[in-house]
């Protein structure tokens, strides 16, 4: 039960972690479309980093582990996403 939970914490995080909607970034001339395909790469890269050993420590530990995970991948997001000439909107 408690691996079923678990699961569906880092399902509502992972949900949560990354905005693909075009609308989060910006680049001065980039239409649209441009912006949603490099957030696209830059998601696919980002989660071919994976996420780190997967021990399992049990409650509050097993979140917090998985709340460090989705950081980490918003951080690589990010620094993709700036890479790219993007900066966040508003």
């Given at each position: 039960m408690r691996l079923v939970l678990v699961a569906m914490a880092a399902v509502l995080?992972?949900?949560c972690a990354l905005d693909l909607s075009g609308?989060?970034?910006?680049?001065?001339?980039?239409?649209?479309?441009?912006v949603t395909a490099v957030?696209?790469?830059?998601?696919r890269q980002t989660y071919e980093i994976g996420?780190?050993?997967?021990?399992?420590?049990?409650?509050?530990?097993?979140?917090l582990r998985l709340a460090l995970n989705e950081s980490r991948l918003q951080v690589?997001?990010?620094s993709c996403m700036s890479r790219a000439g993007y900066a966040r909107a508003g």
């Open positions: 995080l992972a949900g609308t989060a970034w910006k680049k001065p001339d980039a239409m649209f479309q441009q957030e696209m790469e830059c998601a996420y780190g050993p997967d021990p399992v420590l049990g409650g509050l530990l097993d979140v690589g997001f990010a």
